[in-house]
């Protein structure tokens, strides 16, 4: 039993994720805003300057797994979550992103709703306030309560009582508001989807690419480390020289990518973007740049949803490639669903289920640990 005032706390730690969500997101669009329009050189210099920044700093005071790992870890274990090492690697986290590094915000929210959580529960409750903190930030960066809910039962907890259940929708609530009361416009898809006859075909091939993503981070993670011999500190110094170089390649693929889901939803897209978006977000990881690999699970599955069916076939594409990658196909689809309306429920549940059975056969590793190689 939990004590009364857990769900006030609940409510006041999913109300700081949320802002500390929004305040990561803005962050790193204030960074890719002063880098708009940059002569090549500096775009291909920023994530080495990046890395100057963040890799000796998180080397020194933040080493060890992060984003949803570490969350995970300590809600199993009923422990806090150390503050400093949260703030530093969301810092570094909107270094990477900002300087054009690829990867997701939601790694890094995660671990520093988590860390805000845990500073304001007592330890009787401390599980259900990181909870409640989690589902916040989670659903405040997307204005998406319920998929808040989803990612933290199917996710990061094996198991919930029913007050935790309670804190974790108080939580969600409680940051879903916080973001709407900000100046934060959050991601939209068009409510229209694909036909029920092209939900199949992109369903699994949005499911494939969630596999090549999970391949690619692990590969390239293994890759990296049979190559660097050196400190790991300089290692997002000179890797930020192959960052840099996919950035000036493919505008697209650097950032959060947000913005591309948008346009990908509404325009269509190109295969280039997934193959991009994979390739540089496994080099930004390998080489020791923070983020987090939710983010571009959503952005591979929508470009290859719209390239392959058109506009309406980004929020399939989607919900296939995260539920592959993430073997969570009800998160999927509630996020899915969250960011088009519930119109397109019809189409991307199947389309989740389809990606998860895709991701079970062939993948063996998730977004989280991809053959236990795991960034924050």
Do not use: N, Y
């Not at 802002?19 to 050189?41: D, F, Q, T």
């Not at 020194?60 to 090492?85: C, Y």
């Not at 056969?361 to 977004?367: H, I, K, Q, R, V």
């Amino acid at each position: 039993m939990l004590p009364p005032h857990t769900l006030l706390l609940a409510a006041i730690a999913g109300a700081l994720g949320a802002a500390g969500a929004v305040g990561l997101i803005r962050s790193v669009a204030v960074l890719r805003g002063l880098l708009a329009g940059a002569p090549a050189v500096v775009l291909l210099l920023a994530p080495v300057v990046a890395g100057l920044c963040c890799g000796p700093l998180v080397a020194a005071l933040a080493t060890g797994a992060g984003g949803v790992v570490a969350v995970r870890d300590a809600l199993a274990a009923g422990e806090p979550l150390p503050a400093r090492a949260a703030a530093i690697k969301g810092v570094a986290a909107v270094l990477t992103l900002g300087s054009g590094g690829s990867g997701g915000s939601e790694g890094p929210i995660i671990h520093l709703a988590a860390a805000l959580g845990s500073a304001l529960a007592p330890a009787a409750s401390v599980r259900a306030v990181m909870a409640g903190a989690v589902a916040g930030g989670f659903a405040g960066s997307f204005q998406a309560p319920w998929a808040g809910v989803a990612v933290v039962a199917e996710v990061l907890l094996a198991r919930m009582s029913w007050a935790e259940v309670a804190a974790v929708v108080v939580g969600a609530t409680a940051g879903t508001a916080t973001a709407r009361a900000l100046p934060f416009a959050p991601l939209r898809l068009p409510s229209g989807t694909a036909g029920m006859l092209t939900v199949l075909p992109v369903a699994l091939l949005a499911g494939l690419a969630g596999v090549a993503l999970v391949w690619c981070l692990r590969q390239a993670r293994r890759a990296a480390d049979a190559v660097w011999h050196r400190p790991e500190w300089a290692r997002p110094i000179v890797g930020g020289l192959l960052v840099g170089a996919a950035v000036v390649a493919v505008p697209g693929a650097g950032g959060i990518g947000q913005d591309v889901i948008a346009a990908a939803g509404t325009a269509g897209a190109t295969l280039l973007l997934p193959v991009a978006k994979i390739a540089a977000t496994s080099v930004t990881l390998a080489v020791g740049g923070v983020a987090g690999t939710i983010g571009p699970a959503l952005v591979t599955g929508a470009t290859v949803g719209a390239a392959v069916a058109g506009p309406g076939g980004a929020a399939v594409g989607l919900a296939a490639c995260l539920a592959a990658g993430a073997r969570a196909p009800v998160t999927a689809a509630v996020l899915a669903a969250e960011l088009t309306g519930v119109t397109a429920l019809p189409a991307v549940l199947p389309a989740a289920v389809l990606g998860w059975a895709v991701g079970l056969l062939w993948c063996p590793g998730t977004l989280f640990e991809p053959g236990k190689v795991e960034r924050s």
